[in-house]
C-alpha cells in the first residue's frame, strides 16, 4: 500500500512562504470550511519552510480555542507555549492567566519573530470571550508600527459568518487590521487524480463514488486511507464506503455531520435542511410548503436566508441570464459532504442499528445512485471552470451556469438543461446533458434534450445565440468506444472522467 502523502495546495502553501518570509509582520486570516485542511497546510509550512536560521517549526505556536471561558482559553494558551521548543515561548506560559496577559504574550512573540497559530478563532464572537478582541487590537496596532522583520499571527476559522464578524465588520475592534487573507477551497480535480494515481485508484465509478461523499476535503481522504479503503475493488466500493466510513461503531465519520456541520442547527433550520437534501433544486414556494405552514411564511425565509448567508449551507442559483432576484431560483445543499449525509448515510446509519448490513446497504443503494447523479452534473462544471483556469481542455469559458431552466404557464415549454457553458469571445456555447450512467442517454432522452436547447435558442432573449458554434455535449462517468462511437455520429460531442483525467 502507497504512503499517504500531502497533495495539492500548491498555490497556498507557495502563499505562505511569501508572507512569512516577506521581512515584516503579518496578521493573516486562513479560512475554510471544517477539514478542508487549514492546520494541515500550516504543518506542511512548519515543516518546509526551513529559509531562517530558526526554522518555523522550532518558532511557531498553535493553540486550539476551546468553546469555554476565559480560564479555559488562557490555560489552552498557555500548554501551547509549554508545548513550543522556543525557551521564550516556555518562560511566558506561566504569565498567562486571562485575555489581558494572553494578549501581551502574544505581542511579545511577535516582536521576537515567532508566529502564533489561533485556531477556531470565531468563538471569540461568543459573548464570554469576545473581550480578548479589545486586547488582541491594541497588541496588533502596536505590532503593526514596531518595524518587525519575522514573525506574525494566523487566525483560522470554518464560520465564514463568524470570521466576518470578527475581522470585517466595522464596529469590530479588529476591522482593518488584517494584512493577508487567505480562503482555503477544496481540492481540485487536479489534486484528487493525484491522490488516485498515488493510491491506485483508477475506475471513474470509484472518483464519482468519493466525489459524491466528499468532495475535495482533504481529511476525509485520509480517513478513507486509514480504513484502507483504496484497496477495494470497484463493484464492492459503495458498499465498503458506506460500511467502513459510516456504519460500524468505529467508523470514523459516523458522528461526523452532526458534530461539526449540524451542532448549532436546531428545530426549524435542521429539518429545512433535510427537506432540500430530499428535494434537491427546489424553488422558494417548495420550501415554504414542504416545511411550515403559510402563516409561517416570513419566519421560514428568515430561517432559509440565514442557511444561505451565515451558515454558506445552502447555495441559491439563480436561472443563466436572470438577476439576482429571480422567482425561480432553486435551492441545493452546497456540501457534497452533507447532502450524502443527509440522504445516504445517517438513514443506513439509523438502519442499521435494527437490521443487518446487508439489509442496510440494499435500501441505501437506490438513494445512493441518486445523489450521484446531481453531484456528477456538480462535478462537470466544476471540470469545465478548472479546465479553462488552468488552460487545458477544448472550452474557454467565459461564463458557467448551473444551466437553464425557465418556468413556463404552459408546463409543455418548460426548458431544463444541465449545462450551458458560454465563450463570448468566440460566439461559442456548449449545450450538456449529465447522466450518471452512459445508458440513460437514450433516444427519448436525447431528443427531449434537443427539444429543450431549440427552446432556448427560439427564446427572445437568447435569438444572438442563433448564429454561433453550437456544442451539443453528453457526459458521464464512463463511456464505452461502442458508445463513444454511436454518440459522435450523431453528432454529439462525448466527455467522460476519464477523458478528463487525461487533461492532467
Not at 432522452?445 to 436547447?453: C, G
Not at 432573449?461 to 461502442?482: C, D, N, V, Y
Request: aromatic share 10%; hydrophobic share 40%; charged share 25%.
Amino acid at each position: 500500500m502507497a504512503d499517504w502523502q500531502f497533495y495539492g495546495r500548491t498555490e497556498p502553501l507557495s502563499e505562505l512562504h511569501r508572507i512569512v518570509n516577506a521581512g515584516r509582520w503579518f496578521f493573516c486570516r486562513i479560512e475554510g470550511r471544517r477539514r478542508i485542511g487549514k492546520t494541515s497546510l500550516l504543518s506542511q509550512l512548519a515543516k518546509s519552510d526551513v529559509t531562517s536560521d530558526v526554522p518555523l517549526s522550532k518558532r511557531l505556536i498553535y493553540m486550539q480555542v476551546p468553546d469555554s471561558d476565559e480560564r479555559d482559553v488562557a490555560t489552552a494558551f498557555q500548554r501551547s507555549l509549554n508545548d513550543c521548543e522556543h525557551s521564550l515561548a516556555q518562560s511566558l506560559s506561566p504569565t498567562v492567566v486571562n485575555f489581558p496577559s494572553m494578549a501581551r504574550a502574544i505581542g511579545e512573540l511577535c516582536r521576537a519573530g515567532l508566529v502564533v497559530v489561533i485556531d477556531e478563532f470565531q468563538y471569540f464572537t461568543r459573548a464570554v470571550l469576545a473581550s480578548f478582541n479589545s486586547f488582541l487590537q491594541a497588541e496588533v496596532d502596536r505590532l503593526r508600527d514596531a518595524n518587525i522583520k519575522q514573525g506574525g499571527l494566523f487566525v483560522l476559522g470554518s464560520l465564514h459568518a463568524d470570521m466576518n464578524q470578527l475581522l470585517e465588520d466595522k464596529g469590530a475592534p479588529l476591522y482593518g487590521r488584517l494584512t493577508q487573507r487567505i480562503k482555503l477551497d477544496h481540492w481540485d480535480f487536479e489534486d484528487l487524480l493525484d491522490v488516485f494515481r498515488g493510491q491506485n485508484v483508477r475506475a471513474p465509478s470509484q472518483w464519482l463514488t468519493f466525489w459524491t461523499f466528499f468532495e475535495g476535503v482533504p481529511k476525509f481522504y485520509h480517513d478513507a486511507f486509514e480504513q484502507d479503503l483504496y484497496q477495494v475493488a470497484p463493484d464492492k466500493f459503495a458498499d465498503e464506503l458506506l460500511t467502513r466510513m459510516f456504519l460500524r461503531s468505529s467508523s470514523p465519520l459516523s458522528e461526523e455531520a452532526d458534530t461539526w456541520f449540524l451542532r448549532e442547527l436546531r428545530g426549524r433550520s435542521l429539518s429545512m435542511l433535510t427537506f432540500l437534501a430530499e428535494h434537491a433544486g427546489c424553488s422558494n414556494g417548495e420550501v415554504l410548503a414542504g416545511v411550515g405552514a403559510p402563516e409561517e411564511k416570513t419566519h421560514i425565509g428568515t430561517y432559509l436566508t440565514k442557511l444561505v448567508s451565515s451558515y454558506e449551507m445552502v447555495s441559491k442559483l439563480n436561472p443563466v441570464f436572470s438577476d439576482g432576484k429571480s422567482r425561480n431560483a432553486r435551492y441545493y445543499i452546497a456540501d457534497n459532504f452533507l447532502q450524502a449525509w443527509l440522504v445516504v448515510a445517517k438513514p443506513a446509519r439509523e438502519a442499521a442499528r435494527m437490521k443487518p448490513i446487508d439489509k442496510v446497504l440494499e435500501l441505501a443503494r437506490p438513494r445512493l445512485r441518486g445523489v450521484e447523479g446531481f453531484a456528477f452534473e456538480k462535478l462537470i462544471r466544476k471540470l469545465h471552470q478548472e479546465c479553462s483556469r488552468k488552460g487545458k481542455g477544448d472550452f474557454d469559458l467565459s461564463s458557467m451556469q448551473l444551466g437553464y431552466w425557465n418556468r413556463a404557464k404552459d408546463a409543455s415549454r418548460n426548458i431544463e438543461i444541465d449545462v450551458v457553458a458560454l465563450d463570448e469571445s468566440n460566439k461559442r456555447v456548449r449545450f450538456g446533458s449529465c447522466k450518471r450512467s452512459a445508458d440513460a442517454h437514450t433516444n427519448e432522452a436525447l431528443a427531449v434534450f434537443e427539444r429543450h436547447v431549440e427552446g432556448f435558442l427560439a427564446a427572445r432573449e437568447h435569438r444572438h445565440m442563433q448564429g454561433w458554434t453550437k456544442e451539443m455535449a453528453l457526459f458521464s462517468p464512463i463511456f464505452t468506444p461502442g458508445d463513444r462511437t454511436h454518440f459522435v455520429g450523431k453528432g454529439y460531442v462525448v466527455k467522460d472522467l476519464n477523458d478528463y483525467a487525461a487533461l492532467f
